[in-house]
């Protein structure tokens, strides 16, 4: 029987967009946004191409995806759609407050409403009114969390309040870890999910990227805590993507679903680390990475129980 895990859940959200480009608003702390060097046409079609083949690629492994389109223009990074919202076992949706203005028209009633139809959900609880409040969690990217140990780690940063973040935790019973968290530049990272993975067996992390000595070591000890082995990464690493990955359940058992970049920047021994743990499944999604993120980022894991058999 293929092994499974409640770190890897087995269907997942994705969106497709039409009229994809980097976010001019999240460009002041997303310093992993780069330009495509293309015109905004070729732009469009790349990113709905690379979502198409990696939608495909997904469900070849037996990967559940709920593919939505967005037809509009006004939301560029509709294609990350786990900053949003999260889904945790027992039944529970979180639906979270998003820094930038153009990011909060990302939120769809529509995919609610197939979670409901589809899952089992016992209840949503939506934090997006905080926006007013200037208090903002964006879901899975602030968050990276440990769902077997009941952990959400959390860097500092413009887009993780950690008044929401202790609030999160304690409706849905996890215990915060946060830390703060800075890039090669000494800029901090603005995303938790860039720099660190979490599997059932493995974690992936750029440790250097926490300065504070103390604290680094004791993230290092609570990952440790839950028995996996810890891939260090480098900065460099972080850059290309190398952390921005999440495990699924797939037929013949767990993937990590990560970007041909990413891939390409780990080591020999970094391979064969996880290898030992996972099926490595690179995707190749140049275009989408040219805003800032991977991924891990495209990809809103539903840890839900299914109402019945699910159809693609």
Request: proline fraction near 4%; glycine fraction near 6%.
């Amino acid at each position: 029987m293929p092994r499974s895990s409640l770190q890897a859940p087995a269907s997942v959200v994705m969106v497709r967009p039409r009229h994809f480009t980097p976010n001019a608003q999240t460009a002041g702390d997303n310093h992993f946004q780069t330009s495509a060097g293309l015109d905004d046409e070729a732009v469009c079609q790349a990113a709905f191409d690379e979502v198409t083949t990696a939608t495909e690629a997904l469900r070849a492994v037996g990967v559940q995806v709920h593919l939505f389109e967005d037809e509009g223009t006004a939301t560029p990074d509709s294609v990350f759609p786990n900053n949003w919202f999260s889904t945790h076992s027992g039944g529970h949706v979180a639906v979270y407050p998003m820094y930038s203005a153009n990011r909060r028209a990302e939120r769809r009633q529509d995919v609610l409403e197939m979670l409901k139809y589809s899952y089992r959900v016992q209840d949503i609880i939506d934090y997006s009114g905080l926006e007013r409040d200037n208090l903002f969690l964006e879901g899975t990217g602030a968050m990276v969390i440990d769902h077997l140990e009941r952990v959400a780690y959390a860097a500092r940063s413009k887009r993780t309040s950690e008044i929401l973040l202790e609030r999160f935790c304690t409706h849905f019973n996890y215990e915060p870890v946060v830390f703060d968290a800075i890039d090669a530049w000494g800029q901090p990272i603005y995303h938790t999910n860039v720099l660190m993975c979490i599997g059932t067996d493995f974690a992936m992390i750029g440790l250097e990227a926490i300065p504070d000595a103390p604290r680094r070591r004791e993230v290092a000890e609570r990952l440790r805590r839950g028995e996996r082995d810890i891939i260090e990464l480098s900065h460099a690493q972080i850059a290309d993507f190398a952390g921005n990955a999440i495990e699924l359940q797939g037929r013949d058992g767990l993937v990590l679903a990560l970007s041909s970049r990413a891939l390409r920047a780990l080591n020999r021994d970094q391979r064969a680390m996880l290898e030992r743990q996972v099926t490595l499944l690179p995707l190749d999604i140049p275009t989408i990475e040219h805003a800032g993120g991977s991924v891990r980022c495209m990809v809103a894991g539903l840890h839900l129980s299914a109402r019945s058999p699910q159809t693609s």
